[in-house]
């Protein structure tokens, strides 16, 4: 069953405009989405992306059903946003909502290879119908690359030992399923020794950001539409790892107006255009109550901002 995160606490940061267009960054299983559709009245908009075929496909038809609201749904990267946008005809938006964890359906679905809960080629690919695999990346990488992107994206200590031990297992056979690497990690790090995660949470955390380059689309996103939310809008992101939740937060902070102290006197603002302004001081967490029911929700940190203050 999938459950949207903080699904109350993200529609409150974000809808300041019933009639307004809103973008929903990451469709997923259109949890969020449709708590959006809700809230709009007749002349309000949604645009939901997803790199996931699947995603557009499986939630296309129960947003459109009886919305009496305009929907537009597009197959892309969000990396992407401004470009499809201008293509659609529009310019400024209301708010943008991003969540950028995976969805339930992606982790659920044994086939994608995400999880390790389930013996299963390790695919990885948001957008299954380009790039290369996690299996491939695997194989073709050497070791400083792997023990680079383990380290970098995956904030293992361990990563070099990860990535000399999947170079000497491939020399004798292709690691190609999710079992196989996730044992052979949990043999280099010595087990679990009453861990809260699995060894290889991390290592496969790295090969998903890796394959599909989720800090440059993160990047991208933001730097091409924080200029497109009308004054006054919302920007509002659902991180779940300290890598993407702080590229987030040093980004709105460099468009968050601070005083500069002249020395023939007085002050000046300083920020990057457009300016913002946070809408809580702190990001917001899950409750106790709905990490109770959802577990996924436990790492989540929400954080919005007011455009053009």
């Known amino acids: 069953m999938h459950i949207p995160v903080m699904l109350g606490e993200c529609l409150e940061a974000l809808i300041t405009d019933p009639g307004g267009i809103y973008v929903d960054g990451t469709l997923g299983n259109g949890g969020h989405a449709g708590g959006i559709l809700e809230r709009l009245q007749s002349g309000g908009m949604l645009v939901g992306f997803d790199r996931d075929i699947d995603a557009i ?22 990396a992407n946003m401004a470009g499809r946008l201008d293509q659609l005809g529009i310019g400024e938006v209301s708010g943008i909502l991003l969540d950028l964890g995976l969805s339930s359906y992606q982790l659920d679905e044994g086939g994608r290879g995400f999880s390790f809960r389930y ?18 990346l695997l194989q073709s990488a ?18 070099r030992r990860i990535a000399r031990a999947i170079v000497e297992e491939r020399g004798r056979s292709r690691i190609e399923t999710t079992g196989q690497l996730a044992d052979l990690v949990e043999r280099v790090k010595g087990g679990r020794k009453g861990r ?37 809008g919302r920007f509002v992101v659902l991180t779940f790892h300290s890598l993407e939740d702080r590229m987030v937060k040093q980004f709105f902070n460099r468009h968050v107006p601070r005083e500069e102290s002249l020395q023939q006197g007085g002050v000046k603002r300083i920020f990057e255009d457009p300016p913002v302004e ?32």
């Open 57 to 78: 496909e499986r939630v296309g038809r129960k947003l459109r059903s009886g919305a009496g609201k305009r929907v537009e749904l597009v197959h892309d990267n969000y």
């Open 119 to 136: 013996d299963a080629p390790i695919d990885m690919r948001m957008d299954q119908t380009r790039g290369m695999t996690a299996a491939e």
């Open 142 to 159: 050497d070791e400083k690359e792997l023990a680079d992107l383990i380290y970098r994206f995956g904030e293992d200590r361990a990563a």
């Open 196 to 232: 809260k995660i699995h060894p290889a949470t991390q290592t496969f955390q790295a090969l998903r950001i890796a394959v599909n380059d989720e800090l440059t689309a993160i990047a991208q996103v933001l730097e091409s539409m924080i200029g497109r939310i009308a004054a006054g």
């Open 278 to 309: 946070w809408i809580w001081r702190k990001p917001k967490t899950a409750s106790v109550e709905e990490q109770a029911v959802n577990p996924r929700s436990r790492s989540a940190k929400l954080r919005a901002v007011r455009v053009g203050v």
